[in-house]
């Protein structure tokens, strides 16, 4: 490299880079800190109310046995649930946060390995920030904001498996890594207890994370030359191994029997007509997904992270040492996410349609199960991208001027991205903060009538994220959102209320109800309100 080139480096590196990094995290952080913020508006509804009157009632261990036995088998999400829900709903303000700064390290200390095996000195400040733009990539980009980031049952279920599958990817590196036996051991009994504990949480996450675990142990046998040792096949295959205990445990419990009992007899997933049905809807799913152009920030971020590692030169001794992995290991994680992008995809759309039925690819909380590795894909994508043009730039000479652009290109491309989630963001900002308010009073006005013994009270709907609150439906015996508020108050039923009185059918429609005031309309639609403050009493989605 010429004394010029070493000398535009070093002024990019001092001035350019900093500024692009600043700015992309107060960008990005800005979103991300909100959506913390709102964690302090979070109110109970739909899953929240059932939650957390058994989590407080039967305790952690028993909410964990009620899962495995009546409800659907998932012993892990049942026991976080105990546990988010144990002090009432203080668990869910700070889930969010917690989420976010888990995270957030999870992914800086994931890049630092990945810039490491390329040979180059991680820059932190850049990796904060491509950490934060990814997530809010993830988090607003969807169709389903609220349910993403501030609903504790979808959180636990979709969003937290991801930030347990990135440490868990720390982890499996730690490991193979070890040269002690003894600390390996331990390293590949944590792949078999996490792995359980996936498959006993989250159906979509299993299949996605069995499915790459899966195919990056068979890529991994030594004879391939991939990989020096029997360390990264072993870790993955104990972790498949775990997956599918837990998934077995979930899927013979009498919980999981009891919630197939309840579906209506369907042809078997296999089938061909139900084939052709999930591809159709792996086909609708992917263009909502391919829609949101924002997704594609999470390369720009990349080839941004990626101009700023090829600058300078590599870490002394990082290659010479064997610190970087084998190229055709490279090559091999290269191409690796694009079949567990599109497989997992359909994995999860096919498990949506057996449990839910045709309408089941529109969950779209269970979307982010391969969303975050498409992300992540991307990302890295991107980086590779960016060491590249750095180093081509440079043989040619060009890299003085050329890079520059190129980091001013990226970032204005990745603040592009997150400038177009700001309208979902402050959509979700209004309707949370005002059903915040609104629920407060009729809280506040709940337990002082259930304290001078009411046992029958009115109480007003207020919809959120497209999730199903009370008096869905005309028969009371069929609600279960009516009963699980009726057992956290304890009292024995709730009605429906406006405005202090008792409501009628709407023009003989029993399914609508004239309820709450016209402020608070738009809180879930298109399932929530109309303009004249009506409630569209639709079946909601369950976790």
Request: net charge positive.
């Amino acid at each position: 490299m010429s004394t010029a080139s070493t000398e535009g480096d070093g002024r990019l590196h001092r001035r350019l880079l900093p500024v692009a990094g600043g700015c992309l995290a107060a960008a990005a952080g800005a979103l991300i800190a909100v959506g913390c913020f709102l964690g302090l508006y979070v109110r109970p509804t739909s899953d929240d109310w059932c939650a957390a009157w058994k989590s407080r009632d039967l305790g952690v261990l028993g909410i964990t046995h009620d899962f495995y036995t009546t409800q659907n088998g998932r012993i892990t999400n049942a026991f976080l649930s105990g546990i988010v829900y144990g002090d009432g709903f203080a668990g869910v303000k700070i889930l969010p946060t917690v989420i976010v700064v888990a995270f957030t390290a999870g992914l800086v200390l994931l890049g630092i390995q990945l810039f490491r095996q390329l040979g180059r000195t991680p820059r932190v400040l850049l990796l904060v920030a491509g950490a934060l733009a990814v997530q809010a990539l993830v988090y607003f980009g969807g169709t389903r904001t609220y349910q993403v980031l501030l609903w504790a049952p979808a959180t636990i279920s979709h969003t937290l498996p991801s930030v347990i599958g990135v440490w868990a990817l720390l982890l499996a590196v730690w490991t193979v890594r070890q040269p002690r036996a003894g600390i390996r051991a331990c390293g590949f009994a944590a792949a078999f207890l996490i792995g359980f504990a996936i498959g006993t949480l989250s159906e979509s996450f299993a299949l996605v994370s069995g499915l790459l675990a899966g195919v990056l142990a068979l890529l991994t046998l030594p004879p391939f030359k991939l990989a020096r040792t029997w360390h990264p096949f072993t870790w993955c295959l104990l972790w498949c191994a775990g997956v599918v205990c837990g998934l077995t445990v979930l899927y013979t419990s009498p919980g999981a029997r009891w919630r197939r009992a309840q579906q209506p007899a369907r042809e078997s997933m296999l089938s061909a007509g139900e084939l052709r049905g999930t591809y159709e809807d792996w086909l609708r799913m992917w263009d909502s997904v391919t829609g949101q152009g924002a997704y594609l920030g999470a390369a720009a971020v990349g080839i941004l992270l990626g101009l700023a590692a090829g600058i300078g030169a590599a870490a002394p001794g990082k290659r010479a040492a064997g610190r970087a992995a084998p190229r055709g290991m490279l090559v091999a994680l290269l191409l690796l996410p694009v079949p567990v992008v599109v497989l997992g995809s359909f994995a999860v759309v096919l498990g949506l349609r057996s449990g839910y039925g045709p309408t089941g690819w529109t969950y779209a909380r269970t979307w982010t199960n391969y969303l975050v590795p498409m992300e992540l894909a991307l990302c890295v994508y991107g980086v590779l991208l960016g060491v590249w043009a750095r180093r081509f730039l440079a043989r040619r000479g060009t890299a003085a001027m050329a890079v520059p652009a190129g980091v001013v290109a990226a970032t204005a491309l990745a603040l592009a991205s997150l400038a177009v989630l700001v309208p979902n963001v402050k959509q979700l900002t209004t309707a949370t903060v005002t059903r915040a308010v609104a629920w407060d009073a009729q809280n506040s006005r709940i337990r002082t009538e259930a304290a001078a013994g009411a046992t029958d009270l009115g109480y007003r709907p207020m919809h959120i994220g497209s999730l199903a609150e009370p008096f869905y439906t005309s028969d009371y015996r069929r609600d279960w959102v009516a009963a699980c508020i009726s057992d956290w108050y304890g009292i024995e039923r709730i009605s429906p209320r406006c405005r202090g009185a008792r409501v009628r059918p709407v023009h003989g429609r029993p399914s609508a109800l004239r309820c709450f005031p016209s402020a608070l309309a738009g809180l879930g639609r298109p399932h929530g309100t109309g303009r004249s403050g009506l409630i569209r009493q639709d079946p909601k989605e369950t976790a």
